[in-house]
């Protein structure tokens, strides 16, 4: 409970400073995404460097995970923490949580052989939840979670994609 306490004092800090002035919980995040050797990419934001390859059977080399498994993790890891977050915040106690993500899909649609959708067909997470508090303080929990998981927002949620273009040519010698 050391860390709930530890977790709810943060968040209590958080919640007081961005209620006084709004400003500093704004900002635009920036994740540098390059093409390494075949499809392997490093994915570097701040000090964080992440290894993202395809599989062989795909034409990768299988160096790291592929951008579905980071996708899935992503949605995985924002919905823990933030069933973490709200249960040290609401004073639920766990003793073990865990978020498995389950997405179906057709590949035919990433390699334009059937007018399927290119990317997930749908998408569930099971909550695996222990706890010694009452089934309702749970449930209330992972309700307020949810309702303030930034992934799962960003997967539910349509929002305005822009491309922008930036071309060099370089020069034979």
Known sequence: ????????????????????????GQG??????RLREGLACEAEEGPWRVLV????????????????VIGRAALGSCLTV?????AARLGVPLTSLEVEVQADY?????????????????????VTVESP????????????????????????????VRREVRISTTQEA
């Open 1 to 24: 409970m050391e860390a709930q306490a530890r977790i709810k004092t943060a968040v209590e800090r958080s919640v007081k400073a961005l209620s006084e002035r709004p400003y500093l």
């Open 28 to 33: 635009t995040a920036v994740t540098k995404v």
């Open 53 to 68: 390859d395809m599989s062989e059977k795909s034409g990768g080399s299988n160096t790291g995970p592929n951008p579905g």
């Open 82 to 86: 933030a069933y973490g977050l709200w």
């Open 106 to 126: 057709d590949a035919r649609g990433e390699y334009g052989l059937a007018d399927v959708p290119v990317g997930y067909l749908r998408a569930r997470y099971i």
């Open 133 to 160: 508090a009452p089934e309702a303080d749970v449930l209330r929990m992972l309700d307020e979670a949810d309702r303030h998981c930034a992934y799962l927002d960003v997967w539910t949620r349509p929002m305005d």
